[in-house]
T-cell receptor, first 113, second 108 residues
Framework: DTGVSQDPRHKITKRGQNVTFRCDPI?????LYWYRQTLGQGPEFLTY????????KSRLLSDRFSAERPKGSFSTLEIQRTEQGDSAMYLC???????????FGQGTRLTVV | GEDVEQSLFLSVREGDSSVINCTYT??????LYWYKQEPGAGLQLLTY?????DMKQDQRLTVLLNKKDKHLSLRIADTQTGDSAIYFC????????FGSGTKLNVKP
């Protein structure tokens, strides 16, 4: 079973460092979503792609965040100059357009110290 | 923007039924979802319902949708201790909008 895969599962970084996370969606899925979740809250939308096109980016996302999906397969989410407030679980999901089922990965937990 | 609301906590005894409620605001949502999250893990898709349906049953899970009142519920029959988790309601309009989650505690 090759579900949505995220790497790494955990990342501890010092404030000011850059970090990059990777998401591998289910192979035939053309939509890919990034969400952020802090303790006690529901997931908060960051951005999503259809194939390689980034269709929407949250206004809450600062310029320090960037996401790519260069060949319409895997995606990366980079955070530059990390801050303590970036500490959260970063979730990736994928789906096939016009179908209902959307699956999430296990997430990457980021801790900024 | 879209707003999805859920009660924060629910406590039931093992073997009882659990009912988790959700209200949403976007009447144009195509699908509505229930996801389960265990500690430290990602979200597991439990079930979903198409917006023109009233009910969907899947083994121990029953989803009821009242589109007029924009109310969604998830009933878990014969609740087990393994059902203890946080349950998220979500609607989709291009992207997902999630509630804050309902923490279900199942007492033995």
């Amino acid at each position: 079973d090759t579900g949505v895969s995220q790497d790494p599962r955990h990342k501890i970084t010092k404030r000011g460092q850059n970090v990059t996370f990777r998401c591998d969606p289910i192979s035939e899925h053309n939509r890919l979503y990034w969400y952020r979740q802090t303790l006690g809250q529901g997931p908060e939308f960051l951005t999503y792609f259809q194939n390689e096109a980034q269709l929407e980016k949250s206004r809450l996302l600062s310029d320090r965040f960037s996401a790519e999906r260069p060949k319409g397969s895997f995606s990366t989410l980079e955070i530059q100059r990390t801050e303590q407030g970036d500490s959260a679980m970063y979730l990736c999901a994928s789906s096939l357009e016009r179908t209902a089922e959307a699956f999430f990965g296990q997430g990457t937990r980021l801790t900024v110290v | 923007g879209e707003d999805v609301e859920q009660s924060l906590f629910l406590s039931v005894r093992e073997g009882d039924s659990s009912v988790i409620n959700c209200t949403y605001t976007d009447s144009s949502s195509t699908y509505l979802y229930w996801y389960k999250q265990e500690p430290g893990a990602g979200l597991q898709l439990l079930t979903y319902i198409f917006s023109n349906m009233d009910m969907k049953q899947d083994q121990r899970l029953t989803v009821l949708l009242n589109k007029k009142d924009k109310h969604l519920s998830l009933r878990i029959a014969d609740t087990q201790t393994g059902d203890s988790a946080i349950y998220f309601c979500a609607e989709i309009e291009d992207k997902f909008y999630f509630g804050s989650g309902t923490k279900l505690n199942v007492k033995p």
